[in-house]
């Protein structure tokens, strides 16, 4: 019998069972659990079916939750999938890896009334996997093929939304990648504990056996010109993400012991994939990371599975004004991860070239500044020392030199691309970008919606030339 709604009075809020912090440390498994059926649909149950749908608005993506909840709750799993599969194209991912506590989750009305959020992600999560495992999703097949090529640079999760998007309206579509597995961001830069890699694979290839063709190991603007590209393609997207680390403005932040963040995770996840890398890990070592963002929450993790000797967190304000996910921060501290609040890097100490600790100073919290947060101050006399023999810095990302690509192409005075806000176009005719490169470095879910949105407009634009095409030959 189908489950009515509203039922959070009398039914809690139950995230999947998680497993063991002394167990999930040892590797990197996902660390959360699959709902059986029933607990979906109970779960799911507790959605108060409001008029204003706080959880859609505050989606990126405006998923239909509320409606895919009531469907699920109903058993009516298919369908429930299906409405969550309209409006994104990757929902098993972001069931898995979306900040829900700052997203849909933290907009939910009974959660604001103290009853507890509805668990949207892990619902949401199980509807795909449900799908894939009864072989609901079907082959990418386009109703019809048409000649008209697109080039797509990047296969982060804006490039991959677009092919999709622009291979189901049956365009040609090429995918350039600088690495060597399709991905981007999914395979080499999230650690398997929070995405295993499998459930990104399928996903491109269900793009490969629905006829994107990948190009690997190709570096647009080395391997093959941009103008090249743009003769080959009646159309190109710019999707290559923001992978240039903030450098640490500190005394010996040159040092060979102090690594990007992105590095260390690549590495890592290279690893899980068997490919041979040599290198450090950060077994053995007192391990410090600088930053506070969902990054370093990765990097501080993967140091714990990798048998660091103990792994510190610096970030410069306090806890409440962190803008990693709380539930990521959570589990970091579960698995013995020391955080330092209110403690900004003020040299790196070194011994013989060697890291031996970063000096940090002890901040306080200001006045608020122009965008809202309040500022940081050091205290002064209070800085201390934090024992470390490898430094990671996790202080965020910014766009390289897309001037390399073309000096053609517009940006910002970030260095991000610029674009037609509504039609996710550059001052270039027929060259689009979306995500990262736009917006500069934000979450997947946001490269998923930009993906879309400019593959929408990118088809416009290629049934514009059609036409053309179709009218220059009468």
Known sequence: MPERMLKFVETDRQMPGKRAANERKGDFLEVYGDYIDAKAKEQASRCSQCGVPFCQNHCPLQNNIPDWLRLTAEGRIKEAYAVSAETNSMPEICGRICPQDRLCEGSCVIEQSGHGTVTIGSVERFLTDTAWQEGWIEPLAPRIERELSVGIIGSGPAGLAAAEQLREQGWQ????????????????????????????????????DGGVKFELGIDVGLDISFDKLREKHHAVLISTGVYKARD????????????????????????????????????????????????????????????????????????????????????????????????????????????????????????????????????????????????????????????????????????TLRVIPVTFETNLPGVYAAGDIVRGASLVVWAIREGREAAEHMHKYLMSLEREQLQAAE
């Open 173 to 208: 579509v090429t995918v350039y990648e600088r690495a060597d597995r399709p991905g981007g961001l999914l395979i080499y830069g999230i650690p398997n504990f929070k995405l295993e890699k499998s459930i990104v694979e399928r996903r491109t290839q269900r793009l490969i």
């Open 248 to 415: 640490l403005d500190c005394p010996g932040a040159d040092a060979s012991n102090v690594r990007p963040a992105l590095s260390f995770l690549i590495d890592s996840n290279k690893r899980g994939l068997g490919d041979k890398i040599g290198g450090e890990t950060a077994e053995g070592k007192d391990v410090v990371v600088i930053g506070g963002g969902d990054t370093a929450m990765d990097c501080v993790r993967t140091a714990i599975r990798q048998g660091a000797k103990s792994v510190a967190c610096l970030y410069r304000r306090d806890e409440t004004n962190m803008p990693g996910s709380a539930r990521e921060t959570q589990n970091a501290k579960e698995e013995g991860v020391e955080f330092k609040w209110l403690a900004s890097p003020k040299s790196i100490v070194l011994e013989d070239g060697d890291v031996i600790a970063v000096q940090a100073d002890k901040m306080r919290l200001g006045l608020k500044d122009a965008s809202g947060r309040e500022s940081v101050e050091a205290i002064k006399g209070a800085d201390f020392n934090v024992k470390a023999d490898l430094v990671i810095k996790a202080l965020g990302f910014s766009p390289e030199n897309m001037k390399d690509l073309t000096p053609e192409l517009t940006t910002t005075r970030w260095g």
